[in-house]
């Protein structure tokens, strides 16, 4: 069994920071890409970031430069540094990781967390 558990989300002014992080466990081989997207009321989910299983990294244009994704491969967890925070960065966030499980080392799953909030709000 497989979960990924995100924390760090809430409330924060605008201008201000938060970090999320997404824990992957179980029955885990290797993790390739691991996302994160965020989806708002009434609107499509969307890519934010990504990290490849070698530190390469790929941002929507509309978080370049305020947000930082990295990941720990020890922990099978991802982050994302948000910083300078907008009130249209509010959404629920979402990690996705795109998994090699030891019961099938021949095939990758794309797994999802459960979202955690972030508002950004006065």
């Known amino acids: 069994q497989v979960q990924l558990v995100e924390s760090g989300g809430g409330l924060v002014q605008p201008g201000g920071s938060l970090k999320l992080s997404c824990a992957a466990s179980?029955?885990?081989?290797?993790?390739?890409?691991m996302d994160w997207y965020r989806q708002s009321p009434g609107k499509e989910r969307d890519l934010v970031a990504s990290i490849s299983s070698g530190g390469n990294t790929n941002y929507a244009d509309s978080v370049k430069g305020r947000f930082t994704i990295s990941r720990d491969n020890a922990k099978n967890t991802v982050y994302l540094q948000m910083n300078s925070l907008k009130p249209e960065d509010t959404a629920v966030y979402y990690c996705?990781?795109?998994?090699?499980?030891?019961?099938?080392?021949?095939?990758?799953?794309?797994?999802w967390g459960q979202g955690t909030q972030v508002t950004v709000s006065s």
């Open positions: 996705k990781a795109d998994l090699i499980l030891l019961t099938n080392r021949h095939l990758t799953i794309h797994y």
């Open positions: 179980g029955n885990i081989f290797s993790i390739n890409d």
